[in-house]
């Protein structure tokens, strides 16, 4: 099974519509991140968690909401979804410490339309 | 302000050839320096690190980078490239903060023809 897991894989949603997604890890790491990825922007930072009881924004957090379930739980949720959202969604953990590299989840492709 | 840059979207070498995929950056501090590759349709796979000691890092896949703190440079390369390393590649700094965040760049394609 894989360490990190993403649900769903893809989603076609309209305009205005309520979408979450939703993240699990069976790596054990406190620190939870959700990225977008836009082509020639690279990936950019949504909201990151370092454990359950903390929460915080990133570069891009506008128009964005997160929920940290468990450790090993991380969703994300747009409240009320617009066409420029649309965009590959990874979910990535690590350990403790900057000098730790990141485990990334597969994706969700996201189409608002 | 923190920032990572890759001045190439796209990168054409023959198979057999050696690669290079640049990569520079401005951190204030000590950076901790990251390679990641995305193949079609997967999510990010680590590649390889610089944290401290030798300049030169080894990775996966027969790929290494080289550390140049005067440069503020990590280039990836390999000495003979594969078909099979065609993909997107990202480079990625930290530092020694409180935040631990990672910043990408806005990746290289690297296209290995036969």
């Known amino acids: 099974d894989a360490d990190v897991t993403q649900t769903p894989r893809n989603r076609i949603t309209k305009t205005g519509k309520r979408i979450m997604l939703e993240c699990s890890q069976t790596?054990?790491?406190?620190?939870m991140y959700w990225y977008r990825q836009d082509p020639g922007l690279g990936l950019r930072l949504i909201y990151y968690?370092?454990?359950?009881?903390?929460?915080n924004k990133g570069e891009i957090s506008d128009g964005y909401s997160v929920s940290r379930q468990a450790q090993a739980k991380f969703s994300l949720s747009l409240e009320s979804a617009i066409p420029n959202q649309t965009a590959l969604y990874f979910c990535?953990?690590?350990?403790?410490?900057?000098?730790?590299?990141?485990?990334f989840g597969p994706g969700t492709r996201l189409t608002v339309l | 302000a923190q920032s990572v840059a890759q001045p190439e979207d796209q990168v054409n070498v023959a198979e057999g050839n050696p690669l290079t995929v640049k990569c520079t950056y401005s951190?204030?501090?000590?950076?901790?320096l990251f390679w990641y590759v995305q193949y079609p349709n997967r999510g990010l796979q680590f590649l390889l690190k610089?944290?401290?000691?030798?300049?030169l890092v080894k990775g996966s896949y027969g790929f290494e980078a080289e550390f140049n703190k005067s440069q503020t440079s990590f280039h990836l390369k390999k000495p003979s490239a594969l078909v099979s390393d065609s993909a997107l590649y990202f480079c990625a700094v930290s530092w020694a903060r409180i935040t631990d965040k990672l910043i990408f760049g806005t990746g290289t394609r690297l296209q290995v023809f036969p």
């Open positions: 790596k054990g790491h406190d620190r």
């Open positions: 610089y944290i401290t000691g030798d300049n």
């Open positions: 990535a953990t690590s350990d403790l410490g900057a000098n730790n590299e990141q485990f």
């Open positions: 968690s370092f454990d359950v009881k903390d929460i």
């Open positions: 951190v204030s501090g000590n950076p901790y």
